[in-house]
């Protein structure tokens, strides 16, 4: 846990260790973020307001060492968070703050039943010439890498596992975001925009279809 508020910190850690789990505790960015690279950890529970380095950057960075332990992030509730910005940087899910401590170990249980994606078997899928590796958390189309957050791999992963087919909305919400989602639905929309933008565009294809009313389609041929 990245979080410099020390009240704060110390009752989430007296709950969660009631609730069995072992919690460091990491008081500025910089801390956390090299307790993140140099431990093996299940979970990150990251505050985005913190000394020395913020959460959004913590997260980046991880990421962009490939580091894809799980990561919930603690959100101000009346800053300018922009949650589809904060989950760009790589968090796997967010709460806004003040949250109750029954909603914070629900998703943190359904957060890590998801898993950081490394205790797969490895086995890719595939959509044409669309290819994804849970276990490398590796996309790639037609031979050319494409980074994607690990939320967007999360739907991009189930619409390639469905492919051909019509998920609707609720089912990726459901599938990604799990039950006790307590958001805006439309965030599905921003997520397929933003893939639209990362497999499609640069590569001139029409890989995601809109099924108008239902849902959408991802086409299983190029
Ligand atoms: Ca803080």
Redesign the pocket.
Known sequence: MV???RT?ASALRRGLQAEGYDVDIADNGQDGLWRAQEGSYDAIIL?????KLN?FKVCRMLRDEGNWTPVLM?T?KDGDFDVAEGLDTGADDYLTKPFSFVVLTARLRAMLRRGSGSAQDGSSFEAGDLMLDPSRHFCERAGTKIDLTAREFAVLSYMVRRSGQIVTKGEILDNVWDYDFEGDPNIVEVYVRRLRKKIDEPFGCRTISTVRGVGYRLESES
Not at 47 to 51: A, G, H, K, R, Y
């Open positions: 979080e410099d508020e704060v505050d985005v307001m913190l000394p959460g603690l101000a």
